[in-house]
């Protein structure tokens, strides 16, 4: 019998359809489809998972955003065209584990989309939805644009466009600056994975930037050298071609930063603004900034470095060598160094971010100097108000469950709060909070950030109270620490709502006469009015309940909950705030059983790292 058409256009059409008795699966714009993949349908030759392929009709230059949800599964997307190219592929573009594809249709004809999974156990129900984008208004393709400082503008990556060296759509933005004037560039999409580069007005690549903003935005802050027009080029991190809309801004910075690559002094008590930036010295993880202080031999330093726009790191040198480092011994992500120093003379902290493609940005760092540590086996004296220095070492007392212990005592009064902090970096810190007879009042073990412990207490009756410091477990740590004790001032009355601010730091107690939720445990209720668009961070700190905590809007809605979000059982909750909104903040205990107790609540604008 003779065959009316060549083989190879027959098997190539059989190929196209896929497995003969295949389904022929359509989906247009506009619309949302389900699916449901199972061990019957065809399997994918490198990921090993089953997969549907969907049929959709489409036109030159329109603008399609392709959704794959399930909760069953990993989602993953593959878009093609008529001929099999590739157009786009997505795993994780979507909220939590869906796939999403954002493009730009190269041509009329017919697309195929495949629905399939990121691992090979992919298996169950899915929905595939098909939808347009808005376009905002932005320069043609290829077209570069200006910039001014203040200005937020919009743009699109897209066919047409300039391609970068190794790839990827990007668009130029130029904006003319002056010699020693500080600015920050920020790119943001939905779409895709934001990356900026900069460069200076004779072409020169000055920085780059991937994750230095919230989230997948680049941002890139920096001291023009010279007076001159500067170029930002906008695109997408990595080598593939990405599609979409973005946000880019311009804004001029203002501070009492030294000079890009010049060291500054800083003195102990001092706390000063310092800001990473294009300019600064290059180290081993990248931009770098370096203080110098003077100091004795057998001093104890303490430096903080804290900043909300990167993950602070800090090396301490003497003479040239490393003493110590840290990544992040402080709150968060801040670095905190505590030691003991070698010798008399200057030492450097190095500031610089952890990881080494940071853009850098604003942060402040404080240096405390203090005497030698408590001498080993003494009862030292302690005030309110007063950090005090310590070393665990051999000849300090032993601790009845093994291990190391200082001793520090204070004179308290009845109904009094308290605050005691004690933190190290070299040492899982536990403190014991005793009466002049001994009884245990109040012990913790990492109530605080990390690994440091924390205590808040009430005291029953006026006298001596002692504080042991010690390490967790029996094993005999040694190392320095720092401790405080404070007073914790008047808590929050029970039942009054308190308005609360930025930077605030509240001291509250759940107790009897305290608001009830709906499991009729103890509650206190707080307000913040907003200043202005962002992230915050709310901490609920507690040693003696397991913290929880909610947020509620204007009109009561619930926007978080959480429970061990912070440190230990202390709850944390990031979330994002609109200016001039008002939200409620209620702090609680978990579980149903009524906990009381002293806790801490602490709100900062920037995300906890």
């Not at 017919?110 to 169950?124: D, H, K, L, N, P």
């Not at 005030?383 to 070393?391: I, L």
Request: include cysteine.
């Amino acid at each position: 019998m003779r065959c009316t058409r060549p083989l190879a256009v027959l098997f190539f059409a059989l190929a196209a359809a896929g497995p003969l008795g295949a389904q022929q699966r359509t989906i247009a714009v506009g619309q949302t489809q389900d699916g449901e993949l199972t061990s019957a349908d065809p399997v994918a030759r490198s990921r090993k998972a089953p997969y549907q392929t969907w049929i959709l009709e489409g036109r030159r230059g329109q603008r399609v955003v392709v959704d794959l949800r399930s909760t069953d599964f990993d989602a993953y997307l593959i878009l093609r065209d008529d001929a099999g190219f590739v157009i786009g592929t997505d795993d994780d573009s979507g909220d939590e584990n869906n796939a999403r594809i954002h493009t730009v249709l190269p041509r009329d004809g017919t697309y195929r989309i495949v629905a399939t999974g990121f691992a090979e156990s992919a298996r169950g129900h899915y929905t595939l939805s098909v939808g347009g984008w808005e376009a905002p208004e932005a320069a043609a393709p290829g077209a570069s644009r200006t910039l001014a400082v203040g200005e937020t503008k919009d743009g699109i990556l897209e066919p047409g466009d300039e391609v970068a060296g190794d790839g990827p759509y990007q668009d130029r933005w130029t904006f003319d600056a002056r010699a020693g004037q500080r600015l920050r560039i920020d790119l943001m999409s939905s779409d895709f994975d934001s990356y900026l580069v900069l460069l200076g007005p004779d072409g020169a690549q000055l920085a780059t930037d991937d994750d230095g903003g919230e989230g997948q935005s680049a941002s890139i802050g920096f001291r023009a050298a010279a007076a001159g027009r500067y170029t930002a080029l906008a695109t997408t991190y990595g080598e593939n071609v990405k599609i979409g809309a973005y946000r880019i801004r311009l804004t001029e910075e203002t501070g009492s930063f030294s000079d890009p690559g010049v060291g500054a002094a800083l003195a102990s008590g001092e706390t000063k603004e310092g800001r990473l930036e294009a300019g600064d010295l290059t180290g081993r993880r990248g931009l770098e900034d370096r203080w110098t202080f003077t100091a004795r031999a057998g001093q104890m330093a303490r430096v903080d470095v804290v900043s909300t726009q990167f993950d602070s790191y800090a090396t301490l040198l003497f003479n040239g060598m490393p003493v110590d480092s840290n990544d992040d011994g402080g709150e968060g992500n801040n670095a905190r160094l505590m030691t003991i120093l070698p010798g008399a003379g200057t030492y450097t902290v190095a500031v610089s971010a952890f990881g080494s493609s940071s853009s850098g940005g604003r942060y402040t760092i404080t240096l405390q100097l203090t005497d030698a540590p408590a001498g080993a086996g003494r009862v030292e004296r302690i005030t309110a108000g007063q950090h005090v220095a310590g070393r665990l070492e051999p000849g300090d007392r032993p601790h009845t469950g093994g291990g190391y212990e200082d001793l520090f005592e204070f004179d308290g009064q009845p109904g009094q709060d308290v605050m005691i902090e004690l933190r190290s970096s070299d040492f899982d810190a536990y403190l014991e909070l005793r009466d002049e007879a001994g009884a245990l009042i109040a012990e913790n073990d990492d109530g605080g950030a990390g690994t440091d412990a924390l205590i808040t207490a009430h005291l029953p009756r006026a006298g001596r109270y002692r504080i042991v410091a010690r390490a967790f477990g029996e094993r005999q740590a040694v190392g320095v620490y720092d401790l405080a004790l404070s007073n914790a001032g008047e808590v929050a009355r029970p039942g009054r709502i308190v308005a609360i601010r930025e930077g605030q730091l509240v001291l509250g107690r759940l107790e009897s006469g305290d608001s009830l939720v709906g499991d009729s445990t103890f509650a206190d209720v707080f307000t913040f009015r907003a200043p202005r668009d962002g992230e915050v961070t709310i901490d609920l700190t507690s040693g003696e309940f397991d913290a929880y905590l909610i947020v509620k809007d204007e009109q009561g809605g619930t926007l978080a909950t959480d429970d061990d979000g912070g440190d230990g059982t202390n709850a944390r909750i990031t979330l994002r705030v609109e200016a001039g909104h008002t939200y409620r903040i209620t702090a609680n205990s978990y579980g149903e059983d009524r906990a009381s107790g002293l806790y801490r609540l602490a709100l900062r604008y920037g995300a906890s790292r």
